[in-house]
């Protein structure tokens, strides 16, 4: 989508909602059923909201998955269309390698990059290359336009913010904007995703954890060596060792990466990580980190430790440290509203499936929703990106159908982290 087609379309979003609003308010006063009115009207702005940030992708998409993590706060309908947005993956159409002539101009002479690109999105795209002495690299290459696509959104995203701050009044939108257009300013420079990268290289090179070399790198250029492997979107057809492979490795990587390397890889797309052929996992595209990561994780470990030997009391303590809850709430109201499935803890091994994930509790899948009815829920912005990768990397576990020794892998996770400054 060009920049000036999306940037009317996500415009459009404030003003025809805001007018459905506005009509509601004067139906009202006419003596319309109130209630009945603004469900209407909200009903139909949730759907064109979602409709706009889930055909814009990019920087807009991205917040919209921010946004499903409190969906739940709307009635099960439209939370079920904002919850649709964290399906959805980018997969844009790329540009002709000649249009990013300038940029690839940085690259040492002899560098032979082939024409075909192997994955798009809507700030760059990534070409496989062989490199000056021979090395099969990979190159992700950014966009142009992309700072100007990324600044225009976040110019309808903050118009938007009212607008979202009346559907879910719970959330501090402000907030959660300007926590998103840091990440995207942190996304835009690719000699940050560089330096992450190795630091991750560095700390799981001993874990049997996989993560590509970084050859090469300006702010729009990133080159890393190439790895093969079977993605994971490719692993339902593998045998059940390969999987229950895979799903151990990567949950050792997310719940381990906070204390390994104070950071926690927060993009769970299935195709950023690959299983090779020895059983070694291999990770790739470092441009979404969570940085000073560890809260949540020790947050969700923790509730599940805590609430396994039936230290109630010490639950709520988590959670209030956390200031996730008033001082007035209970232990019991706290562990009736989570009600934690404690299943993948407490057995020493546990099938993450589909299913499971269907009718597990909503603890952590939004915690707007366990919250509901304790407090006026304060979660803070900079838990997101760690939430979105616990919860992402939960999801992945139930798609590839596997089984984990999960206590054992969570063994120390819970224990205390130091708070980021």
Not at 127 to 155: C, E, F, N, S
Not at 225 to 242: C, N, Q, S, V, Y
Not at 269 to 295: C, I, K, Q
């Given at each position: 989508m060009g920049l000036i087609r999306r940037a009317a379309s996500l415009a459009a979003v404030p003003v025809t909602t805001g007018a459905r609003l506005a009509g509601a308010a004067t139906a009202t006063a006419f003596g319309a059923d109130r209630d009945a009115v603004y469900a209407k009207a909200t009903a139909a702005s949730v759907e064109t909201l979602t409709a706009a940030l889930a055909k814009a992708r990019g920087p807009a998409l991205k917040f919209g998955q921010a946004l499903a993590v409190?969906?739940?706060a709307?009635?099960?309908?439209q939370a079920a269309q904002l919850t649709a947005l964290t399906r959805l993956y980018e997969d844009a159409k790329p540009q002709p390698l000649k249009t990013l002539a300038k940029q690839l101009s940085d690259l040492p002479a002899g560098?032979?990059?082939?024409?075909?690109?192997?994955?798009?999105?809507?700030?760059?795209?990534v070409h496989r290359a062989t490199w000056t002495d021979g090395t099969q690299v990979a190159i992700k290459v950014q966009y142009a336009d992309a700072p100007r696509v990324v600044k225009a959104d976040m110019l309808q995203l903050r118009a938007m913010a009212p607008l979202v701050g009346r559907l879910l009044p719970t959330l501090d939108v402000k907030a959660l904007v300007d926590e998103h257009a840091t990440r995207l300013a942190?996304?835009?420079n690719y000699t940050n995703e560089a330096r992450w990268q190795e630091a991750f290289r560095e700390a799981w090179a001993d874990e049997g954890i996989v993560i590509p070399r970084v050859i090469f790198s300006t702010g729009t250029l990133l080159v890393t060596e190439w790895i093969g492997g079977t993605p994971f979107t490719a692993l339902k057809d593998e045998p059940a060792h390969r999987r229950d492979a895979a799903g151990r490795q990567l949950a050792r990587f997310c719940f381990w990466s906070p204390r390994l390397v104070g950071a926690t890889h927060a993009d769970p797309h299935?195709?950023?990580?690959?299983l090779l052929d020895d059983d070694r996992l291999a990770v790739l595209d470092f441009g979404s980190v969570a940085d000073d990561s560890g809260l949540f994780t020790h947050l969700f470990s923790q509730t599940l430790i805590l609430?396994?030997?039936g230290r109630d009391d010490e639950v709520l303590d988590?959670?209030?440290?956390?200031?996730l809850v008033a001082e007035s709430t209970t232990t019991p109201q706290l562990i009736e509203m989570l009600d934690p499935d404690v299943r993948p803890y407490t057995r020493e091994e546990f099938t993450f499936s589909r299913e499971w994930l269907q009718t597990r509790s909503q603890q952590f899948q939004d915690p707007v929703q366990a919250l509901q009815g304790a407090s006026r829920l304060r979660f803070p912005p900079d838990y997101l990106l760690e939430h979105r990768a616990v919860m992402g990397t939960i999801a992945l576990l139930c798609g590839l159908d596997s089984t984990v020794d999960f206590r054992t892998v969570m063994d120390g996770v819970g224990d205390d982290v130091p708070q980021p400054a």
């Amino acid at each position: 989508m060009g920049l000036i087609r999306r940037a009317a379309s996500l415009a459009a979003v404030p003003v025809t909602t805001g007018a459905r609003l506005a009509g509601a308010a004067t139906a009202t006063a006419f003596g319309a059923d109130r209630d009945a009115v603004y469900a209407k009207a909200t009903a139909a702005s949730v759907e064109t909201l979602t409709a706009a940030l889930a055909k814009a992708r990019g920087p807009a998409l991205k917040f919209g998955q921010a946004l499903a993590v409190f969906s739940s706060a709307l009635p099960p309908e439209q939370a079920a269309q904002l919850t649709a947005l964290t399906r959805l993956y980018e997969d844009a159409k790329p540009q002709p390698l000649k249009t990013l002539a300038k940029q690839l101009s940085d690259l040492p002479a002899g560098v032979v990059v082939e024409p075909e690109a192997i994955a798009a999105a809507s700030l760059g795209q990534v070409h496989r290359a062989t490199w000056t002495d021979g090395t099969q690299v990979a190159i992700k290459v950014q966009y142009a336009d992309a700072p100007r696509v990324v600044k225009a959104d976040m110019l309808q995203l903050r118009a938007m913010a009212p607008l979202v701050g009346r559907l879910l009044p719970t959330l501090d939108v402000k907030a959660l904007v300007d926590e998103h257009a840091t990440r995207l300013a942190e996304e835009l420079n690719y000699t940050n995703e560089a330096r992450w990268q190795e630091a991750f290289r560095e700390a799981w090179a001993d874990e049997g954890i996989v993560i590509p070399r970084v050859i090469f790198s300006t702010g729009t250029l990133l080159v890393t060596e190439w790895i093969g492997g079977t993605p994971f979107t490719a692993l339902k057809d593998e045998p059940a060792h390969r999987r229950d492979a895979a799903g151990r490795q990567l949950a050792r990587f997310c719940f381990w990466s906070p204390r390994l390397v104070g950071a926690t890889h927060a993009d769970p797309h299935p195709g950023n990580f690959r299983l090779l052929d020895d059983d070694r996992l291999a990770v790739l595209d470092f441009g979404s980190v969570a940085d000073d990561s560890g809260l949540f994780t020790h947050l969700f470990s923790q509730t599940l430790i805590l609430t396994a030997e039936g230290r109630d009391d010490e639950v709520l303590d988590v959670w209030r440290n956390a200031g996730l809850v008033a001082e007035s709430t209970t232990t019991p109201q706290l562990i009736e509203m989570l009600d934690p499935d404690v299943r993948p803890y407490t057995r020493e091994e546990f099938t993450f499936s589909r299913e499971w994930l269907q009718t597990r509790s909503q603890q952590f899948q939004d915690p707007v929703q366990a919250l509901q009815g304790a407090s006026r829920l304060r979660f803070p912005p900079d838990y997101l990106l760690e939430h979105r990768a616990v919860m992402g990397t939960i999801a992945l576990l139930c798609g590839l159908d596997s089984t984990v020794d999960f206590r054992t892998v969570m063994d120390g996770v819970g224990d205390d982290v130091p708070q980021p400054a």
